[in-house]
């Protein structure tokens, strides 16, 4: 029985050319060495994170960690008020990106309508503010006589909207089948009823590739953070990633001066190690989205 089975898949499997194999090959080719070229840095950085000071000051780090040592990762996760901040940070990012789609959800889904009045306008001044702005020094002056300086608030209302996000997310409803609305409005459904109801569920791929987006901005934030927190009790995690690399080099040039305890790393070591800190919580997020991220990513280049 099994092997008549067989003998009918055999049968039944779909013959591939010559010229489809080579193509095949020469695709799977190229893929892997894309994919080792993207890899490639993350692993350089990962092995100077782990190697010793003078394998990394002697050039002698390639590909794999050379005199291991974790005095890097040691230093970082001892820091004062390390895990203070990645929590200031988690709380920035997670409130961030809710406002984020919440806003952005809002903005997107009646610009989608070809009913809603006044919507070539809307689009028209949107667009125009993706490419002048008020500038720094209004903008710091604004947020200081709003007396909003040293608040998360601060920091939420400056990156409340992205213009190219919202876009992305209105094409997208602008793909929807309209017989799904119609039909929702005969059975006496309204607007809300059927974003929430008929076009949030279908919008699962673009949702959470806007999402890591958002999420991914609001981790990695520096500069609005440099700029309107002075709070230590408030800072973020790059904020004080980048102190302990001015200490960990000062301590390199100048050990006499802050009379170092600990063993001095390299600079190098240090960075390194500090970028696989920070990249490490998106990764491991990353996984959960991928299923969407690749459906997501294509809709702002296609038109509905």
Known sequence: MDKSVRINRKK??????????IFYIVNYFILTLLGITALYPFLITLANSLSG???????????????????????????????DTMAN??????IGTLLNMLVTIMC???LSKKYFPGKNLCVTILTITMFFGGGLIPTFILMKSLHLMDTYLCLWLLGLFSIYN?????????????????SAKIDGANDIVVLIRIALPL??????TLTLFYAVGWWNSYMSPLLYISSPDKAVL????????DQSQLAQNHPEEIGVVRPVIAPESFKAASIIVSTVPILCVY????????????????KG
Do not use: C, H
Request: glycine share 6%.
């Open 12 to 21: 039944n499997a779909i013959r591939v050319s010559k010229g489809e194999r």
């Open 53 to 83: 000071s003078r394998a990394i000051l002697a050039g002698e780090v390639v590909l794999f960690p050379v005199d291991f040592s974790l005095e890097a990762y040691y230093q970082i996760t001892t820091a004062a008020k390390i895990f």
């Open 89 to 94: 940070t988690v709380y920035l990012t997670i």
């Open 108 to 110: 997107a889904y009646p």
């Open 166 to 182: 919202m876009i992305i997310l209105r094409t997208f409803f602008s793909g929807l089948p309209p017989e799904l609305e119609e």
């Open 203 to 208: 919008s699962k791929a673009v949702l959470a």
């Open 238 to 245: 790059m904020l004080k990633l980048k102190q302990l690399l």
């Open 287 to 302: 996984p959960f989205l991928q299923k969407y991220f690749v459906k997501g990513v294509m809709i702002g280049s296609i």
